[in-house]
């Protein structure tokens, strides 16, 4: 016997018996973006490496550490997305989106990305993303917009008040220069304290001490100096302008100066919802704005703001809740025969009701009658049939109620008419 195959690290199927919870998150997913006017976009799974290089930023962990790349047979560097703004952004500069009207309001849902990180509950290498991008906008009433989508997904699913929203500005590029310098300041003396990692990249861009994982570094940058000190009054306009419609949204938030992103495209304003039920990987929602990635990615200047979500902390957030997934619907009817000689009649009527728009089953594997009337409340199917010799002569056949209802004739030729009247 041959050796099973097993599915690759970080990986997991997602099995007929819980697809009913994608489905309906998927669902309350693109309601929720058709109530605020956002329309869904698509991009490759794999794109040009430089899209992140230059996107992402080389100084994140996602381009130093996690990113699948591969080399095509042309030569060229090709990744799979580990992020899905970076493609938004592209797709919209490639096929002149931003030349309609503004602002520019799409979702995805959900994005497959890719990140070789260390799996655990909550991270796997390959994983999925709800996410909004507002294109055209670059007001504080566009950064609450897309906050209130996230929140508003949220409260739908009765879990606003199970997730935090935690708030920061990281400012543009003129107060980042200004709190760069004080930040390196205070991180220079602890240079060898640092992980490699941050001690590598500390000098280009000493904000991602804030996003290390490492205890050490986490400690020494418990101590830095907060940016929201450092913020032009341009930045902290914005930033008060957010907070006061926030707060007359009546959305809670915390604001959290160690909050900068793991990736280098944020300006301004940078946030998180978290959960305290679902482990160590806590965020269920991240986003900010970044004004200046549509000029970076080769466009001329375009605000842009959005969000990224992660399917699978979604529902594990929700199945911690305990939250009732609806079910999905289950077979409708089940057409036995007593012999084979009577195969293309039973497969005749379940097309019949299958194309009326009814569920149906038949034998397909040679049961016997009494198997499949075995096999029929298995199904949880609310009528059966068996069809034999005397109910073709007669051109009629009795029909039970699985559910306890009083059986009933249908005639064969009418079949999927009688059944959709009793449904």
């Given amino acids: ?93 490639e096929n002149g989106l931003y030349a309609g009207p503004l602002p520019l ?9 890719y990140r070789a990180e260390k799996p655990q509950a ?10 909004v991008e507002l294109f055209g906008a670059a007001t504080a009433a566009a950064d609450a917009e897309v906050i209130l989508i996230a929140y508003e997904l949220f409260r739908r699913f009765g879990l606003a008040e199970r997730l935090l929203l935690k708030l920061n500005s990281i400012g543009c590029p003129d107060c980042r220069a200004r709190y760069r310098q004080a930040l390196l300041d205070f991180l220079r003396p602890h240079a060898e304290e640092l992980c490699e990692t941050c001690r590598g990249r500390m000098e280009r861009n ?37 907070k006061e419609t926030l707060t007359a949204l009546e959305i809670p938030f915390e604001v959290d100066a160690s909050i900068v992103r793991g990736l280098d495209y944020y300006r301004r304003t940078v946030f998180e919802f978290v ?7 806590s965020t269920v929602c991240g986003g900010g704005r970044y004004d200046g990635l549509v000029e970076e990615l080769g466009g001329d200047p375009l605000a842009g703001i959005g969000f990224g979500l992660g399917i699978e902390r979604l529902i594990m957030t929700l199945d911690s809740a305990g939250y009732e997934f609806p ?22 009527l379940v097309t019949s009701l299958r194309r009326a728009g009814i569920s149906a089953e038949k034998d397909i594997v040679g049961r016997s009658v009494k198997a499949q009337m ?42 999927a008419e009688v059944i959709a009247e009793k449904l």
């Avoid at 309001?105 to 990305?113: A, D, F, G, H």
């Avoid at 290390?212 to 914005?238: F, N, R, T, V, W």
């Avoid at 025969?337 to 497969?347: G, H, I, K």
């Fill in 1 to 93: 016997m041959s050796t099973i195959i097993h599915l690759p690290k970080g990986t997991r199927d997602i099995l007929p018996s819980e697809i009913h919870k994608w489905y309906h998150v998927e669902a309350v997913i693109r309601r929720l973006c058709d109530d605020f006017g956002y329309r869904e976009i698509r991009t490759p799974v794999f794109e040009s490496t430089d899209l992140f290089v230059r996107g992402v930023g080389d100084t994140t962990d996602i381009v130093q550490k996690e990113m699948f790349t591969l080399t095509d047979a042309g030569g060229r560097s090709l990744t799979l997305r580990p992020e899905g703004t970076s493609p938004v952004v592209r797709a919209v500069l």
């Fill in 105 to 113: 309001k799409v979702y995805y849902n959900p994005l497959t990305c």
């Fill in 122 to 131: 909550g991270r796997q290498r390959e994983f999925h993303q709800f996410g």
């Fill in 206 to 242: 000493p904000m991602r001490v804030f996003d290390c994982k490492s205890e050490i570094c986490q400690g020494i940058a418990a101590g830095a100096p907060l940016i929201l000190d450092y913020l032009c009054d341009d930045c902290a306009a914005h930033f008060e302008q957010l």
């Fill in 275 to 281: 959960s305290g039920e679902i482990g160590a990987q």
């Fill in 327 to 348: 079910p999905l619907p289950g077979i409708a009817v089940y057409v036995g025969m007593t012999d084979a000689s009577l195969d293309v009649l039973t497969t005749k």
């Fill in 374 to 415: 075995k096999y029929a409340g298995k199904l949880g199917v609310r009528f059966a049939a068996i069809i034999g010799g005397d109910e073709v002569a007669a051109g009629t056949v009795r029909v039970k109620d699985m559910q306890g209802g009083e059986p009933f004739e249908a005639p064969l030729d009418r079949f």
